[in-house]
């Protein structure tokens, strides 16, 4: 279940749908609250849009403050990994720290 605060938040109220289904598919593996090794990969991603729109999707999460990148998948072909974070609680505000998201490796 997400949080009220979540949704009711600028943040959320931001993402276009596309990232929002990503957010929701990526909480749906979180197993615990400090859980620190999610992965949605391009492969699972393309089963409902677009790698451009998936990629995207990432960007505006990242952006938001929802995720975080742990892992950038790539030179090892190994699957992205992400965290949930809670940087979107700043979001809008003068302390909001922006994430950076890395190349990220299509999983094909």
Excluded at 47 to 76: P, Q, W
Excluded at 86 to 94: I, S
Aim: positive net charge.
């Amino acid at each position: 279940m997400l949080p009220n605060e979540l949704i009711d938040s600028k943040a959320w109220q931001e993402l276009s749908c596309y990232a929002r289904t990503v957010y929701i598919e990526i909480r749906r593996k979180c197993k615990s609250q400090n859980d620190n090794n999610l992965s949605y990969t391009y492969r699972e991603a393309k089963k409902i849009m677009h790698i451009n729109t998936f990629a995207k999707a990432l960007r505006e999460l990242v952006n938001n403050g929802l995720i975080d990148i742990v892992r950038s998948g790539g030179l090892y072909r190994k699957c992205n990994i992400f965290s949930l974070s809670d940087r979107w609680k700043f979001y809008d505000q003068e302390n909001f720290k922006t994430g950076q998201l890395k190349v990220l490796d299509k999983d094909f």
